[in-house]
C-alpha cells in the first residue's frame, strides 16, 4: 500500500503529522534510491575492473604478483556482491514491515537492525517466509505498530467506570505526583475523578400520571 496523504488522512492525522510522515518517507525512499545507484555504479564498473584484471596479471607474471591481484579482486567482486544483495533485501524488508503495520520510524529501525544474514529472498526477490517475518515484527517492535482505528467505547463497561485504572483514589493523590509527565499521563488515565462519573441514562423522562 502506498503511502499517501489520503491514507493518512484517513486515519485521522493532521496535516502537521501528514506532512512530517511524508517528509520522513521521501528522505528514507531517496536515501535508498541513492545507496542503489552507488551499488549499481559498483556493480557496471566490474567488466572493466576484469579487464584490467587480466592486464594486470599478464604484467605481473614476471614478478610473481599474480596470485595477490587476483585475491584483491575477488575480494573487491565479493564486497560488490554483497552490497548488492543486502539492498536487495533491504528493499523487500522494508516491503514486508510496511505489510506488518510498522509506522516509518518502526520500519527504519526493523532494516537498521535486521540480520541480513538471515533473511533469504526468492525467485521473485522477496523475502521467503513472509508470515514468519511479519509475525517476528510485529514482536519485536509492538511500539511501532501503526493505529489504523479507534474502537469505540465499550457498552458493557458502566460509563462511571470509564478512564479510571484503579491506581488512584482521588484526584489530589495524583496532583501530588511530582514528575508532570507521570502526573499527566495518571490524569489521563484517571479522567473519571477529575469530571466526575458520566450521567446515567435511565430511559427518558417518567411519564407516570398522578391523581
Known amino acids: 500500500m502506498a ?4 491514507l493518512l488522512k484517513g486515519l485521522g492525522l493532521t496535516e502537521e503529522q501528514i506532512g512530517t510522515i511524508i517528509d520522513a518517507h521521501a528522505e528514507t525512499v531517496n536515501g535508498l534510491k541513492e545507496q542503489l545507484d552507488r551499488y ?8 572493466g575492473v576484469q579487464a584490467e584484471l587480466e592486464k594486470a596479471k599478464e604484467d605481473a607474471k ?8 587476483q585475491k584483491a579482486f575477488d575480494e573487491y567482486k565479493a564486497e560488490v556482491q554483497a552490497k548488492e544483495a543486502k539492498a536487495a533485501k533491504e528493499t523487500a524488508l522494508r516491503k514486508i514491515a510496511k505489510d506488518a503495520g510498522l509506522t516509518e520510524a518502526g520500519i527504519a529501525k526493523a532494516v537498521k537492525y535486521a540480520d541480513y544474514d538471515g533473511l533469504e529472498l526468492d525467485e521473485k526477490g522477496d523475502l521467503k517466509d513472509a508470515k514468519g517475518i511479519i509475525k517476528n515484527l510485529k514482536e519485536e517492535w509492538p511500539e511501532h505498530i501503526a493505529k489504523q482505528s479507534t474502537k469505540g467505547a465499550d457498552t458493557s463497561t458502566p460509563p462511571g467506570n470509564q478512564g479510571n485504572n484503579g491506581k488512584y483514589s482521588s484526584k489530589d493523590e495524583i ?12 490524569i489521563g488515565e484517571n479522567i473519571v475523578l477529575f469530571t466526575g462519573p458520566a450521567p446515567a ?7 407516570d400520571n398522578k391523581e
Open 62 to 69: 614476471k614478478s610473481g604478483d599474480a596470485a595477490k591481484i
Open 3 to 6: 503511502l499517501t496523504r489520503t
Open 201 to 207: 441514562d435511565n430511559g427518558g423522562t417518567d411519564t
Open 40 to 47: 549499481k555504479k559498483d556493480a557496471e564498473a566490474l567488466p
Open 175 to 186: 496532583m501530588k505526583i511530582k514528575d508532570p509527565v507521570q502526573r499527566q499521563k495518571a
